[in-house]
């Protein structure tokens, strides 16, 4: 099972290497985001691609979700960003908010942020009640395993950094002009619940890793590890879920 001690925050690349090393797995996402979407190949569609992220507050997820897509034609990725649900929102089951923003067949999302949010900070927050909270594992589990079953190929990240690391970048984000925006009371106000949301996020590693949809805990201390990682775990994914869909993955760039 995943656990945030599966993280090895010491693992580190040096800029130039992550560089090199990022422009060849996009390079390899797009021939199989293409494969995917049956412009390359044999012209099937292959599988449903969804990338869940999952992290603390200044962790890196968005800077690896951008590498991410980088390479890709934007008509054919869908990135959707989640915060707290509308009042309207609320009135429904909360899974049913996802529903529209999941890949079809030859499609692919990305989340930032996600279901998860229930046994999350809705958990810690107060925002659901200790039986909504806890009856949303096996719901989650469920809804991801049926959609598995269907043929989407499901990478779930949580992006790890240590409380030191999140201060540091706190106060990077508050000196810049550009990204002070990022920085809110919330922000801080959940960084000093750190005991509570490590409490929570180690039941829901625990209880939400299943065959279906794994968990991936990505070191997040080292920006151009973490990128790295990534791409490379989201890669083995794709490719995994096309054989598994009878579907060879192309080769490399020969095919493109």
């Known amino acids: 099972m995943a656990a945030l001690a599966d993280a090895d925050l010491s693992l580190k ?15 390899r996402m797009l021939a199989l985001r293409l494969q995917c979407g049956g412009l390359i190949g044999d012209g099937r569609l292959g599988p449903p691609v969804c990338a869940v992220f999952e992290g603390w507050d200044a962790s890196g997820k968005g800077g690896a979700i951008r590498r991410l897509v980088a390479p890709l034609d934007p008509r054919h990725v869908r990135v ?14 909360f899974l049913s908010r996802f529903w529209p923003v999941l890949p079809g067949w030859g499609g692919m999302s990305v989340l930032d942020r996600s ?48 409380a030191k690391e999140q201060e540091k970048r706190f106060a ?37 890793d299943h065959a279906a949809a794994p968990w991936h805990v990505i070191a997040g201390e080292s920006k151009h590890f973490a990128r790295v990682a ?9 490719e995994n879920g096309l054989r598994a ?12």
């Open 230 to 238: 990534v791409l490379e775990t989201t890669i083995r994914a794709i």
């Open 115 to 162: 279901w998860y949010g229930r046994v999350l900070v809705e958990r810690v927050e107060g925002f659901a009640t200790p039986e909504q909270w806890t009856r949303a594992y096996h719901e989650i589990t469920e809804f991801e395993t049926m959609l598995a079953a269907e043929g989407m190929v499901i990478a779930k990240f949580w992006m790890h950094i240590s």
């Open 245 to 256: 869909n009878g579907m060879e993955p192309v080769r490399e760039e020969a095919e493109l």
């Open 80 to 93: 959707a960003s989640y915060a707290a649900p509308t009042p309207d929102e609320r009135r429904h089951h």
């Open 172 to 208: 990077a984000r508050a000196a810049d002009p550009l990204k002070e925006w990022k920085l809110t009371g919330e922000d801080q106000r959940n960084a000093a619940k750190r005991p509570q949301y490590e409490e929570a996020i180690g039941e829901m590693l625990d209880r939400t």
């Open 13 to 27: 690349l040096d800029k130039s290497t992550s560089a090199e090393r990022i422009a060849e797995l996009q390079r």
